[in-house]
T-cell receptor
Framework: GQSLEQPSEVTAVEGAIVQINCTYQ??????LSWYQQHDGGAPTFLSY????GLEETGRFSSFLSRSDSYGYLLLQELQMKDSASYFC???????????FGTGTQLKVEL | KAGVTQTPRYLIKTRGQQVTLSCSPI?????VSWYQQTPGQGLQFLFE???????NKGNFPGRFSGRQFSNSRSEMNVSTLELGDSALYLC???????????????FGSGTQLSVL
């Protein structure tokens, strides 16, 4: 099965840069996804890394290294509205099931 | 374009009862997947449907079942409810089945189920 670990909580100040890590133990998978979820809200898709390397979408970037079993989400120019939970996820090639990470609660302070 | 719609938004049931939750995907999306979210276990995959066929299933007991209709709308059913089934049940839709590129899921706001 899959196992994806994330830090439970990260705190940063407005305007700063923060990195949320996702380490995993899994055999073959298609790629690494990231989702954002505000309290009481639905998860929303942020990014997807099918290949190793960096993917950039505005203030958000995501990175994947299959050789290191590691990925991260980078948020730049933090804003108060970025306070939310962030989840990484992988879909295994065998059973095609989507597994989510443990989730990271990001708190952005003034 | 309307988003993913889940009904009802809140539900209170007692142990032993059964419940049916509904999910209407984004128009044109043919894949629907279901997830259970709890503070202790996080987001856990229940099952995925594509073109009315269940493609895969998570590690949940047989009390959890689902189906998809020809218009891509989906329902999930939980029979003989237990206290531990209290959770937020999320539905997500995508254009195609997961794997090989169709990884962008669009989630509904969920159904908050409380079992008393």
């Amino acid at each position: 099965g899959q196992s994806l670990e994330q830090p439970s909580e990260v705190t940063a100040v407005e305007g700063a840069i923060v990195q949320i890590n996702c380490t995993y133990q899994t055999s073959g998978f298609y790629g690494l996804s990231w989702y954002q979820q505000h309290d009481g809200g639905a998860p929303t898709f942020l990014s997807y890394n099918a290949l190793d390397g960096l993917e950039e979408t505005g203030r958000f970037s995501s990175f994947l290294s299959r050789s290191d079993s590691y990925g991260y989400l980078l948020l730049q120019e933090l804003q108060m509205k970025d306070s939310a939970s962030y989840f990484c996820a992988v879909r295994d090639r065998g059973g095609n099931k989507l597994t989510f990470g443990t989730g990271t609660q990001l708190k952005v302070e003034l | 374009k309307a988003g993913v719609t889940q009904t009802p938004r809140y539900l209170i049931k007692t142990r032993g009862q059964q419940v049916t939750l509904s999910c209407s995907p984004i128009s044109g999306h043919r894949s629907v997947s279901w997830y259970q979210q709890t503070p202790g276990q996080g987001l856990q995959f229940l099952f995925e449907y594509f073109s009315e066929t269940q493609r895969n299933k998570g590690n949940f007991p047989g009390r959890f079942s689902g189906r998809q209709f020809s218009n891509s709308r989906s329902e999930m059913n939980v029979s003989t409810l237990e206290l531990g089934d209290s959770a937020l049940y999320l539905c997500a839709s995508s254009l195609g089945p997961g794997g090989g590129g169709s990884e962008k899921l669009f989630f509904g706001s969920g159904t908050q189920l409380s079992v008393l």
